[in-house]
Nanobody, 127 residues
Framework: QVQLVESGGGLVQAGGSLRLSCAAS????????TGWFRQAPGNEREFVAA????????YYADSVKGRFTISRDNAKNTVYLQMDSLKPEDTAVYYC????????????????????WGQGTQVTVSS
């Protein structure tokens, strides 16, 4: 059973930076996609970014492209989300999720593709 643990959330002023971490344990497959999603109060959970463990291809939502960077450390089974130039509209609970099966690039933004989810970490950006 895969477990995902997020960390790194907090309160930051607009224009600031945070780095989120997602540590995975318990899995055995090397063909994972790990995604970051976020959910603000009253909103649906939305895709933020994703990365493939094999090959390292990355995918971003248009709203964060150029400001957020997803990366991975295979040796630590950890995925990071570096968030720069944060805006108040980035305020949300951020979740990491893992897909144990191959997902076509056209579907990495779909919540339904992900098998395991972390508990979430709060990011609050003040104006």
């Amino acid at each position: 059973q895969v477990q995902l643990v997020e960390s790194g959330g907090g309160l930051v002023q607009a224009g600031g930076s945070l780095r989120l971490s997602c540590a995975a344990s318990g899995g055995s497959s090397s063909v994972y996609t790990t995604g970051w999603f976020r959910q603000a109060p009253g909103n649906e959970r939305e895709f933020v970014a994703a990365i493939r463990w094999s090959g390292g291809s990355t995918y971003y939502a248009d709203s964060v492209k150029g400001r957020f960077t997803i990366s991975r450390d295979n040796a630590k089974n950890t995925v990071y989300l570096q968030m720069d130039s944060l805006k108040p509209e980035d305020t949300a609970v951020y979740y990491c999720a893992l897909d144990e099966t191959y997902t076509p690039s056209t579907l990495v933004r779909s919540l339904m593709r992900y098998d395991y989810w972390g508990q979430g970490t709060q990011v609050t950006v003040s104006s």
